[in-house]
């Protein structure tokens, strides 16, 4: 296992048992702007994960009863749903030997767009989806 696995098992892990529906990996073939945070794992590596707005408006729903969310609070709820996985992820590493530290969240932005982005792995599940990413730091 390394983080990239730990990281896929804690995605389909939020989606089932927090949003109550099973994903399945996908191919990115959204048109929409995806919001961002990423948190620093280990020592050089930072974990990503992106949003379409659309989804992160219905998880501002089904968690927080917003019907019509305001940009502070997507921005805080992105970075939640990162530390809801990616803390979730360095659980199940603990549990197979993998050992990495985690920091706080940080945004990335509200409008990225990822078609020509490469090396993110796409989760879809019902008419919503999310993408998540490792990479090495930036300086």
């Given amino acids: 296992m390394n983080i990239e696995d730990a990281l896929i098992a804690a995605t389909r892990f939020f989606t089932l048992e927090t949003l109550g529906i099973e994903s399945e990996l ?3 073939d959204w048109e929409a702007a995806f919001w961002s945070a990423s948190i620093p794992i280990g ?3 930072r974990a990503y994960l992106y949003i379409p707005k659309p989804t992160l408006e219905r998880m501002a729903l089904l968690f927080l009863n917003e019907e019509s969310p305001q940009d502070d609070v997507l921005r805080d709820l992105v970075m939640e749903v990162a530390n809801l996985i990616v803390g979730k992820a360095k659980v199940i590493a603990q549990k197979n030997d993998l050992f990495f530290n985690i920091s706080t969240p940080n945004f990335e ?29 930036r300086s």
């Fill in 26 to 28: 996908s191919k990115n």
């Fill in 43 to 45: 020592g050089n590596m």
């Fill in 109 to 137: 932005g509200s409008d990225i767009n990822l078609k020509r982005r490469s090396k993110h792995i796409y989760f879809k599940f019902g008419e919503d989806g999310l993408a998540i990413s490792v990479k090495k730091r």
